[in-house]
């Protein structure tokens, strides 16, 4: 069941950034490199550098916001992407790795300790939006860990 | 002074002091009743300064280690936070080495379905088994002397947003578990397994038609309109309006009743679901055999603050007005202290045991509350300022107190916070989160963010506190020594004696506790305590930096209380404490 759930005001605002349905023209990419990855011999698997397609611009992780938030990804990472049940993503830190296509894939397919698979309800096209959001925030300097006086 | 004592000695009898206690803790709360007594007296306030720990033992997880050990015989079994490890401890020999592991195959992704880390309040021992739930909606029977799997039954279902921390409760033949869920869109349920086989044999709904509640208005002493599970919601909101059932049951085999409490209407956003949205917020009786609804009573009527009703109804027979009643006792999130006719479902006595800003009063004829209505949240409403208590509640569900037949007080953790509300509007999307508000919390008045508290169920009112620094979330043990245990976020386990509230000993127990304290007797005859530290549960997403495993989780101090992660980590520790 692909079928679009988003219902009333936030599927306006869904179908006004991308059509819900799995037909965008960015499509979806098999293979994608993760340079954090150690590559046994030293030889990289055959995989791309995926890149996201939409300019890096404030309208698009504006856009990119309400996808956030209407996909209910702030949820699990908090308001802001700061973390809550699930880890921040505005931290500069990453389990699953930074890169434009690894955040794309772990939106699209999901990941096994708990993010659930978006690519089936949500167009490519509204990925990237999301990748769009979460890349713009800005990453703290400083490592939060608390100095206690 | 002899006279005193001789009052002392006859009270007990008066009030109904169980029969010995075996020394055994083979359920999650004790007893039926789910009153946490202990009937062990070795230990005392005279002595229990002499407290010291015999034995730990690390779980290897870091989730929060909410519920109980129990004790069966001369075994002592401890269930995990996710992966679910369940241990086997053999408590006749030097060190308590370990009998037997089991570890079940559970999903990980269950993980991102819990809403509020991957905890586990226990199991329960019945007909030579060990049961319990494991977080992706499975429960399991396991041969409490071999450790061999006997039954495992999938009852949630985590593509509609269910996973199973509770720890399920055995009435007669039947396993009674619930989901969580609350925040996540579901269609609360219980159901009713066969203890021999495992097999599923009735289900039973928190709100929808009458014939998926199990409901039959007008027989017995059931009340509720035809069909109120759907006409007390808009439309088809009933079908994701949550309900769920995370807390703690009991059960009053005289009337062959159990009673249970359900979690929060789903969304947060009121506006998406007009109606008083029964029965959320509920406690609920059921027959056990065939699950069918005897009655029900609605604490928070269309809840606007995501106060669940899961806590703990505590089943005892008190004098209230005057008239011996045979009564529940529960301490809501919503701030009130409610003793109930257990018979009946009538309310008799309501009070706020914290500080509440939502309701003025509870109608003690009606059972309604008296709304401060610019507490009401909705999206129309804006950020609504100044709600007490805050949505972890005046006590946690997952914090479950006790009762004393000695005393004939209730002891229990209570927070003291206030949060402000924006409700936001929300998508159903099936699997993931189904919220719709920003809540941020602060402090209570008095500036202390918690207290332990002993409460008269009779007349609505504390008897004494304890104040403590941070929100308490530890269920407590109360022994017939007249001892009390429960344990802080700050990682202290602590003692008091459950007459006075004197402070008696406390001993750093290395993580913060959201466990509930047992009491047992060895097989070398001596009175044992037995606790988890861990902190975790909501306060895994609260406590700021707290856990050190894993390097692209590195958290902010929490805001209200930016200095807890001072004093305590993440981390499993099982501990036993005697004289």
Redesign the interface.
């Known amino acids: 069941m692909n079928t679009c ?7 306006v605002a869904l179908s006004v950034l991308a059509a819900c349905g799995r037909s965008d023209s960015a499509g979806s990419p098999l293979s994608v490199r993760y340079p954090e990855h150690v590559a046994a011999g030293g030889n990289q698997p055959p995989a791309v550098e995926i890149k996201n397609p939409l300019p890096t611009d404030s309208v698009n992780a504006s856009d990119g916001s309400k996808v956030f ?4 990804c ?3 990472h908090g ?1 802001g992407a ?7 993503l505005v ?1 500069g ?3 699953y790795g930074g890169t434009d296509g690894a955040v794309f894939q772990s939106i699209y397919y999901g990941r ?5 698979a978006y690519g089936g ?1 949500m167009s490519p096209g509204a990925i990237w939006k999301a990748v769009s959001y979460i890349r713009a925030q800005p990453v703290p300097v400083t ?4 100095s ?1 006086k | 002074m002899r006279a005193a004592s001789l009052i002392l000695v006859v009270l007990p009898v008066l009030q109904g002091s169980p029969a010995r206690d075996d020394g055994q803790w083979t359920m999650p709360a004790k007893n039926n009743a789910a009153t946490r007594y202990s009937g062990l007296a070795q230990i005392t306030p005279r002595n229990a300064a002499r407290l010291r720990p015999v034995w730990t033992f690390s779980t290897g997880v870091l989730g929060g280690h909410e519920g109980q050990p129990l004790v069966v015989g001369s075994t002592m079994y401890v269930v995990t936070p996710f992966p679910d490890v369940l241990y086997a401890f053999d408590l006749t020999h030097e060190g308590y080495p370990l009998k037997w592991k089991y570890r079940p195959d559970v999903n ?10 991957a905890i586990n309040r226990g199991a329960v021992f019945a007909d030579g088994k060990i049961i319990y739930n494991l977080l992706d909606g499975h429960t399991v029977a396991v041969d409490a002397v071999s450790g061999k799997e006997l039954w495992k039954t999938q009852i949630g279902d985590m593509s509609q947003g269910e996973t199973t921390p509770m720890a399920p409760f055995v009435a007669g033949n039947r396993v009674i578990v619930g989901p969580s869920g609350g ?1 996540f869109g579901i269609w609360g349920w219980v159901k009713g397994l066969d203890v021999a086989t495992g097999k599923i044999l009735w289900t039973a709904h928190n709100m929808g038609p009458d014939s998926s509640m199990l409901a039959r208005p007008g027989h017995g002493r059931y009340t509720g309109a035809p069909n109120i599970g759907v006409t007390s919601w808009e439309g088809d909101s009933w079908r994701r309006g949550g309900a769920p059932v995370w807390g703690w049951i009991s059960y009053d085999p005289q009337l062959d009743l159990i009673y249970f409490g359900t979690g929060n209407p789903g969304p947060y956003n009121t506006e998406q679901r007009p109606g008083e949205n029964k029965w959320t917020n509920s406690v609920l009786a059921r027959r056990p055999g065939d699950g069918s609804l005897a009655w029900a009573y609605q604490f928070t009527p269309h809840d606007s603050w995501d106060y669940d009703s899961n806590a703990e109804m505590i089943l005892v027979d008190m004098v209230v007005g005057g008239r011996m009643r045979r009564v529940l006792v529960h301490f809501d999130k919503n701030g009130f202290a409610y003793t109930l006719d257990r018979v009946t479902g009538e309310l008799l006595v309501a009070e706020p045991f914290a500080n509440v800003t939502w309701a003025k009063e509870i109608n003690k004829r009606t059972g309604v509350p008296i709304l401060d209505t610019t507490k009401t949240t909705g999206v129309s409403r804006g950020n609504v300022q100044g709600i007490c208590p805050s949505l972890e509640g005046g006590k946690s569900p997952a914090s479950p107190s006790a009762y004393s037949p000695r005393t004939g007080l209730f002891y229990t953790a209570t927070n003291n916070l206030c949060m402000n509300f924006q409700a ?12 719709g508000a ?1 809540t941020p919390y602060m402090p209570g008045p008095g500036g202390n963010m918690g207290e332990f508290i002993a409460w008269d169920a009779a007349r609505g009112r504390k008897v004494w506190g304890i104040k403590e620094k941070y929100p308490v979330w530890s269920g407590s043990v109360v022994t017939a020594g007249d001892v009390v245990f429960y344990g802080t976020l700050d990682g202290w386990f602590k003692a008091a004696d459950a007459k006075s509230g004197r402070q008696l000993w406390k001993f750093k127990v290395g993580s913060g506790v959201v466990g509930a304290p047992i009491s047992f007797r060895g097989p070398d005859g001596k009175q044992y305590i037995a606790v988890y530290a861990g902190i975790g549960g909501d306060w ?2 609260l406590s ?2 707290v856990r050190s495993d ?8 929490a805001d209200f209380a ?2 807890l ?2 004093h305590t980590s993440q981390g499993g520790i099982v501990w036993i404490f005697g004289l």
């Open positions: 759930v988003v219902r009333g005001a936030w599927c938030s209407a996909m209910n702030d949820g699990c308001g700061l973390g809550w049940v699930g880890p921040s931290d830190r990453w389990r096994p300790r708990g993010m659930p309800i490592v939060p860990t608390e206690f | 990980p992704t269950s993980l991102g379905i819990a809403c509020c880390d925040e936001t509007p929300v998508t159903r999307i099936a699997g993931t989160p189904y919220i920003s895994f997403l700021g930096d894993d390097p692209a989780d590195v958290r902010p101090p930016p200095d992660a001072r």
